[in-house]
Nanobody, 123 residues
C-alpha cells in the first residue's frame, strides 16, 4: 500500500524557517513534488525533484525554498526559509511515476498524496 507521511509543519514568524519531510512507503517514486493550498486559494505547485536529482521551483519560492531527497530512504525534504505570511498554507507532498524535464510541478502528474501539513507564518 502506497503511503506518504508528512511532518515538520508548524507556526513561525515572518523570516523564519521550517523543514518539511515526506516519507514514502509501498513503492519507489520517480519524482516527488510539494504543493500548497492557502486559504481561499487554489492548490499550487511549489517544488519538485526526480530520482535523477533534477529540481524545479515555482517562481514565488525560488531562492527561499530548497527541495532535496534521499533515494535510498524514499524520503524528500522541503527546506523553507525567509518565510512570508503569504506562504501560509497546507503543504502536501505527492509522488509520481512520471519523469519530466524539468520535474513536474503540475498536480495532474501526481497519483499519490500525503495528508497535508499546516504551515502558518505570522507577521
Amino acid at each position: 500500500q502506497v503511503q506518504l507521511v508528512e511532518s515538520g509543519g508548524g507556526s513561525v514568524q515572518a523570516g523564519g524557517s521550517l523543514r518539511l519531510t515526506c516519507a514514502a512507503s509501498g513503492y519507489t517514486y520517480v519524482c516527488m513534488g510539494w504543493f500548497r493550498q492557502g486559504p481561499g486559494k487554489e492548490r499550487e505547485g511549489v517544488a519538485a525533484i526526480c530520482s535523477d536529482g533534477n529540481t524545479s521551483y515555482a517562481n514565488s519560492v525560488k531562492g527561499r525554498f530548497t527541495i532535496s531527497q534521499d533515494n535510498a530512504k524514499n524520503t524528500a525534504w522541503l527546506q523553507v526559509n525567509s518565510l512570508k505570511p503569504e506562504d501560509t498554507a497546507t503543504y502536501y507532498c505527492a509522488a509520481s511515476q512520471t519523469r519530466t524535464t524539468p520535474p513536474p510541478i503540475r498536480s495532474y502528474y501526481y497519483n499519490d498524496w500525503g495528508q497535508g501539513n499546516q504551515v502558518t507564518v505570522s507577521s
